[in-house]
T-cell receptor, first 108, second 114 residues
Framework: AQRVTQPEKLLSVFKGAPVELKCNYS??????LFWYVQYSRQRLQLLLRHISRESIKGFTADLNKGETSFHLKKPFAQEEDSAMYYC??????????FGKGITLSVRP | NAGVTQTPKFRILKIGQSMTLQCAQD?????MYWYRQDPGMGLKLIYY???????DKGEVPNGYNVSRSTTEDFPLRLELAAPSQTSVYFC?????????????FGPGTRLTVT
């Protein structure tokens, strides 16, 4: 079975502070991993995917197969980063499994 | 290009009533999904479809039904509404998973059953 664990429900930081949103997964094969974001009153949307190795809005995430992790990082948080973040995994069954999500609050 | 659309945006149901949540996409995606989002629980997959005429259960299908008569539409039916079905429902669509394709989400339907 595939599983995604986001161990924290809430992270509150000051503007300019570094951010790390943790994500661990359980999957026996080669997963595809994603971070989705939901800003207030907006629909869920893709932030980034590991296969692209891209940086979006200053966020990066590296797939660590040894630690089965896909943590989301940003060196300097901005107020507009405040949102709900979901880590998600697609395995061989083609279903997207979501973690429980974490609320990021960036204070001025 | 409207993407994924859902109606209604809000609905209040009494216990035992039925309703259909509508979902449509104009991106010619074969794959479509229904999720429910409960506070602190993330998104749970209710049903999904890999193409017109093909549907399958997700993680939490009990109390729901779906149909997929066209590529564009994927309605979700609640037959006997229960308070446990109070949630926010999201529809999504995508190209076939497994190639890094993202899912596109609708704006959600907030349902309250009292």
């Amino acid at each position: 079975a595939q599983r995604v664990t986001q161990p924290e429900k809430l992270l509150s930081v000051f503007k300019g502070a570094p951010v790390e949103l943790k994500c661990n997964y359980s999957y026996s094969g080669s997963p595809e991993l994603f971070w989705y974001v939901q800003y207030s009153r907006q629909r869920l949307q893709l932030l980034l995917r590991h296969i692209s190795r891209e940086s979006i809005k200053g966020f990066t995430a590296d797939l660590n197969k040894g630690e089965t992790s896909f943590h989301l990082k940003k060196p300097f948080a901005q107020e507009e980063d405040s949102a709900m973040y979901y880590c998600a995994l697609t395995g061989a069954n083609s279903k997207l499994t979501f973690g429980k999500g974490i609320t990021l609050s960036v204070r001025p | 290009n409207a993407g994924v659309t859902q109606t209604p945006k809000f609905r209040i149901l009494k216990i035992g009533q039925s309703m259909t949540l509508q979902c449509a996409q104009d991106m010619n995606h074969n794959y479509m999904y229904w999720y429910r989002q409960d506070p602190g629980m993330g998104l749970k997959l209710i049903y999904y479809s890999v193409g017109a005429g093909i549907t399958d259960k997700g993680e939490v299908p009990n109390g729901y039904n779906v149909s997929r008569s066209t590529t564009e539409d994927f309605p979700l039916r609640l037959e006997l509404a229960a308070p446990s079905q109070t949630s926010v429902y999201f529809c999504a669509s995508s190209y076939p998973p497994g190639e890094g394709y993202e899912q596109y989400f609708g704006p959600g339907t907030r349902l309250t059953v009292t």
